[in-house]
């Protein structure tokens, strides 16, 4: 057989600086801050905590953009993680990382933010929430039936749309971003002068308080759920090789982006606290609906499903856009299947990648074992976030003469801090959920046998 030596079509470099940042910010903002403060108060139990939880999540975030910033600019290539886990320590440890985010991490991801949209979207669609069809197999969550849902199909389709979307071309797809980022911001903006200028709240709110255990052990139970909230500001490092200027758009759009994140997540619990004590937040699984709620009506809660499913929809497009760079990036280097490393030559896309990452996510949402699968996974993620800014330390010395464009600011302290976050997350998941950490690390090592099979391949 006659190996074609034709050069193969490549990606192309056609992201500027606003769509870079949007996908951080668009990324990183998605359910969470609608969320997550039921779960902060109820572990802290005053929103002076919670802020104080806000401040340090965004700084151990802010902390690992600096370290990002200097890996990105030195190595703008496709896959993010995957290429600075390599090259600090082997291909092995970057294939474990790229296995993870292709099965569990941002599938799970992308299943979660797509079946939150269908949820908000049955808000004024009932409807969608009921049965199409049972399948009396013990294959659903829990060991349970299967219950499949009109709005699953529907979250199913939001997926594919997007993954479309993004196959036709990163220049579109960017352009997508940064359209709903805009609107995304725009919205999550109105809320908050709603909130603070509606005229119906009281500083003395933020005074008050409920009772809680509280501790070391519920600041951190706080900080995990502050930290899936910001998680995402790492996600353009994975399309590095489709950003203009990379030495210089990549560390900006990393910085900007995950201290604007902080500004919005900051302001909008302010309007939060500033409306609802803290009693209330914590009986709240709906906070800003509820807010919006006691201001508007039914109005103002049918307005923060519109600017939550627009939020979760620039979030979806960013976690499709730059998660299929991860096995893309995988199957160049052999240690993947092959297709997945094809770019199609008049779009300039991973489609293959694009394709197959939505077809498992979409997959996932049907089967209902998403949420579980990214449990487990929490644990081994801050694992590998960990280790990449280790690896911030290990090239300074294993490499001295790579081009350096942006160095980490306040290093080693800014990346030595980061890891150390990372180590608290690690622990506190470890100690408070081991037998989800040992799944997930089991899930992850399951990896073995295919990373030993195409590392054989690849070195025949």
Known sequence: MIEDKRPQPGLRRELG????????????????????????INAVGSPGLVFCVWIAGGLLSLFGALTYAELSAAMPEAGGEYVYLREAYGPFWGFLYGWTQMWVAKAGSVATLATAFFYYLANFRPELDGILFVVRLPIGPGGGPLEVR???LLAMSVILILAVINYLGVKFGGG????????????????????????????????????????????????????????????????????????????????????????????????????????????SNRVAADMMGRIFGSAGAGAVSIAAMVSIFAALNGSLLSGARVPYAMARDGLFFRPLARVHPEYGTPGVSILVLSAWSALLVLSGHF?????????????????????????????????????????PWVPVLFVLGSLGVVFFTLRQSPREALMGLGLIFLGLPFYFHWRRRFSC
């Open 150 to 152: 009109y709005g699953q």
């Open 371 to 411: 949420r579980q699968l990214y449990t487990y996974v929490v644990f081994a993620s801050w694992i590998f976030y960990g280790m990449t800014a280790v690896s911030v330390l290990v090239l300074r010395r294993k490499r001295p003469d790579m081009r350096r464009p942006y160095k980490a600011a306040g290093y």
């Open 176 to 283: 997508v971003q940064l359209a709903v980022t805009v609107a995304k911001v725009g919205l999550i903006a109105a809320i908050i002068a709603i909130g603070l200028g509606g005229g119906q709240g009281s500083a003395a709110n933020y005074a008050s308080s409920i009772p809680v255990a509280g501790g070391v052990a519920g600041f951190f139970a706080a900080l995990v759920g502050a930290l899936w909230a910001y998680d995402g500001w790492n996600n353009v490092s994975m399309v590095s090789s489709e950003i203009r200027s990379p030495q210089r758009n990549l560390p900006i759009a990393l910085i900007a982006g995950t201290a604007l994140v902080i500004a919005i997540y900051l302001l909008t619990n302010l309007a939060y606290f500033y409306v609802l004590p803290a009693s209330e937040v914590a009986q």
């Open 17 to 40: 600086i606003w769509s870079a940042a949007s996908i951080v910010v668009g990324t990183v903002i998605g359910s969470g801050i609608f969320l997550v403060p039921q779960d902060m």
